[in-house]
């Protein structure tokens, strides 16, 4: 798992590599949260992620919560298959 | 965390084959008397705990068939659908793709071939011919009408899980992936309010709940047990949602009434199957076979130290050291035994999996062909068993291909026109022995022996008895036979079979009788680590036999010796029992003892006096195999440490036997004249 991150002008884009799954979400959670609030737009690229479970949907539901709270711009730029599907598995609960 | 699921995983797979393999048994018990209810109970175990398990790892492509599979097994419980031929042929091919996916499993993941989706595609095909809603989705609702008893039901399904759940290595998504198989999720809704502020929030965690309509033909016991894994960390709550019914004639009301019996009948029956299975559980532990083997090797190591310190004992005029180190002695031995006796497994297992094999084989063939097993409690070591399989395989294919004639030739030669196999082992004098008999046509000796002539492997004037011309077809020159009518393709590969056996230190032999069918016996070693030895000395030297071919002793007076020596064999009770004298065997110098002694030695059918100088008694005796140096040694076996230290040699009976029993074969020529060698 690995977290690619760029800034430019008022946005964050932040890249996931790898599992966004319980084996991941501490780290990633302590890596991202942060994140959220940081700039006025936050761009998450879920394209690289190889698999994703229960505690990586939770994840991205308290990303956007904390999103809407910091008044930041959140979008998807890319989601795997893995990622679109779990999505579609619980009708995109989140995002 | 990775590691210990690594594991259970493992566990998972392990206990799915064997369930798949008790599964297998089942059907083919089930094919034999349908009306077998507890076969049929059993078999839906199997499934439902593979399906079960399988969720647990999220493993969605075995659960996805399995409960396919286990949909048909519970009508054929419930009495919907009845055995038949094709079912159990279908059943027995879904158990065959279920291992199929559980080894891609194994395999890390390995997706199926293209060949084994297809096989999985078709099974669920024709799976769908017994399963009322696969089969009828054109008029659904009329034959659901019908039947009564699979309406759709609209389920609210509440789902709210425990913050432990992942930590316990369970996802709550599998669940709705599950619940995907089971029928039409046509809500679902993620709670996700329930996470707290972020300062509290714990990524590891659970906060999720949801809200899921599934319109499904599931009963509510069913979507019940899809939750029973997380009963203890998860509100789970399953209601029918009374909705405008498809069918007018059916309420929603009785619909839910219908679902209630259904739950109640089968609770009781959960029950029962929980309290069968517990005690299984405790009776066994898994053990590491490589741990096995470390524990078999440290005690034939403390058997040799406890026989030194014993040996020091007796030397140091001491009772109380002398008694100490008997009882320490005593208890080796148990724990000796005990230890052996952990190895050993009954053979049955291995017998058991060759039903199929004759069922698929006979069928092929199409030969009816019954196979009749005894002996199945019978012990060996695990090391043997696993090997003996291939061979025993093989034995039973050719019985099967070549000894068993078609169902016509069977009734022309006023037999019953169904075949009989059979699988016997019982113990034998410390070996065991595994008979495959047929009741087929016997072997043709007059082709065989023009076969061997042929093939230069017996000299055109020799005079062989029948035994010996049978057991021509295990050598190896033999099996590249053409296709010689009713002889074709029998012998082929026997020269493989034979040699597997020899490396267990085992032999293999036939008997045939034209017309009436053949027989194969197999002898064995009961283990390959220990035996029970008897000591002899020779000189300074000392040899081993094993206990378990000993029969008896004699004394070899004056009178006898002079004669018995010119001769090569001794009058045992009126007995011709020809002898070895061990000291020239092995060119022992020096003359011999004063006194001899014969120890009478019996292997299979055949029996021989060994002459030795000295008795020494019986001696447990672990088994040192001999170097590679010493490899092409014959009648000589391995060795063993004694307590003194000193090494002594352990014979091979059977060749030295053999050795003989050749000798004589070249000596006697006539056929008639009385073999020297008893039987």
């Known amino acids: ?95 | 965390m990775s590691i210990n699921l690594d594991q259970a995983q493992q566990t998972f797979i392990v206990e799915a084959r064997e369930l798949l393999q008790a599964m297998e048994q089942s059907l083919l018990q089930l094919e034999n008397e349908p009306d077998d209810q507890d076969a049929i109970g059993a078999i839906f175990r199997a499934a439902h705990t593979i399906k079960g398990s399988a969720g647990l790892f999220g493993l969605a492509p075995i659960v996805g068939f399995t409960h396919i599979v286990e949909d048909v097994l519970d009508r054929l419980r419930d009495g919907d659908i009845a055995v038949d031929a094709d079912l159990i042929a279908l059943l027995l091919k879904c158990g065959d793709h279920m291992l199929e996916l559980i080894d891609v499993v194994a395999s890390r993941g390995e997706a199926l071939t293209p060949a084994a989706l297809q096989r999985g595609e078709a099974l669920r095909e024709a799976l769908g011919v017994y399963h009322p809603l696969h089969a009828t989705t054109a008029d659904a609702v009329t034959a659901k009408a019908a039947d009564g008893e699979s309406a759709e039901v609209l389920w609210h399904i509440s789902l709210r899980f425990g913050a432990d759940v992942y930590r316990n290595g369970m996802d709550p998504l599998s669940f709705l992936r599950y619940l995907q198989t089971l029928g039409q999720m046509v809500q679902v809704d993620t709670l996700t309010d329930s996470i707290p502020a972020l300062e509290n929030f714990d990524p590891e965690s659970c906060y999720l709940g949801f809200e899921i309509d599934l319109r499904s033909t599931a009963s509510h016991a069913t979507l019940n047990e899809v939750f029973d894994f997380v009963r203890d960390e998860c509100e789970v709550q399953i209601t029918a949602v009374d909705e405008a019914p498809i069918n007018p004639a059916s309420t929603g009301t009785e619909l839910v009434t219908q679902a209630e019996p259904t739950h109640r009948s089968t609770a009781p029956q959960r029950v029962a199957t929980a309290s069968e299975a517990k005690p299984r559980d405790g009776n066994y532990v898994r053990v590491n076979a490589d741990k096995l083997d470390e524990l078999i090797n440290l005690v034939g190591e403390l058997v040799i130290a406890s026989a030194g310190a014993s040996l020091l004992a007796r030397s140091c005029n001491h009772d109380p050291l002398h008694e100490a180190t008997s009882t320490v002695s005593g208890l080796v031995e148990e724990i000796l035994d005990g230890a052996l006796h952990l190895r050993m497994i009954p053979i049955g297992d291995t017998f058991n999996r060759f039903r199929r094999v004759v069922r698929d084989v006979s069928q092929e063939l199409g030969k009816d062909i019954d196979l009749l097993i005894s002996g199945a409690e019978t012990e060996l070591d695990k090391t043997v068993v696993e090997k003996i399989g291939d061979p025993l395989m093989h034995l039973l294919r050719n019985a099967m291909d070549h000894g068993i004639e078609s169902a016509e030739a069977r009734r022309a030669a006023g037999k019953s026109s169904k075949g009989h196999l059979s699988l016997n082992a019982y113990h034998d004098s410390g070996s065991i022995v595994i008979e495959i008999a047929d009741d087929g046509a016997g072997l043709n000796r007059e082709r065989i022996l023009e076969k061997a002539q042929e093939r230069g492997l017996v000299a055109s004037g020799a005079v062989l008895s029948d035994q010996e011309i049978y057991n021509l077809i295990f050598e190896a020159g033999f099996s590249t036979a053409e296709a010689v009518t009713n002889l074709s393709g029998r012998g082929v590969g026997m020269d493989v079979v034979k040699r597997n056996i020899t490396l267990l230190r085992g032999t293999v032999d036939l008997d045939s009788r034209p017309g009436q069918g053949t027989v194969v016996r197999i002898r064995l070693p009961l283990t390959l680590a220990i035996i029970n030895g008897f000591l002899v000395g020779i000189d300074q030297a000392t040899y081993v036999i094993p206990l378990d071919m000993v029969q008896e002793c004699i004394e070899l007076d004056e009178p006898q010796r002079d004669s018995s020596r010119e001769q090569g064999y001794l009058d045992l009770r009126g007995e011709v029992l020809p002898l070895v004298h061990l000291r020239d065997h092995f060119n022992h110098e020096g003359p011999a003892a004063r006194r001899q002694n014969v120890v009478v030695v019996r292997y299979a059918e055949h029996k021989a006096g060994l002459v030795v100088d000295d008795l020494l008694g019986e001696f447990q005796t672990v088994i040192k195999p001999l170097g590679k140096l010493f490899g092409a040694l014959r009648g000589i076996s391995g060795s063993t440490i004694l307590g003194s230290g000193a090494v002594a040699l352990i014979l091979d009976v059977p060749a030295l036997l053999n050795q003989l029993v050749q000798m004589e074969a070249r000596t006697a020529q006539a056929p008639q004249s009385p073999l020297v060698v008893a039987r």
Not at chain 1, 3 to 25: M, N, P, S
């Open chain 1, 1 to 95: 798992m690995s977290i690619t991150h760029e800034t430019t002008d008022d946005t964050a884009r932040v890249g996931i590599e790898g599992e966004l799954t319980i084996y991941t979400v501490a780290e990633l959670a302590a890596a991202l949260l942060p994140q959220v609030g940081a700039a006025a737009r936050l761009e998450l690229d879920l394209s690289q992620v190889t698999e994703m479970d229960g505690a990586g949907l939770q994840l991205l539901a308290v990303i956007e919560r904390e999103a809407g709270i910091n008044g930041t711009a959140l979008s998807l730029t890319g989601q795997s298959q893995a990622v679109t599907q779990t999505l579609q598995l619980c009708r995109g609960a989140a995002l």
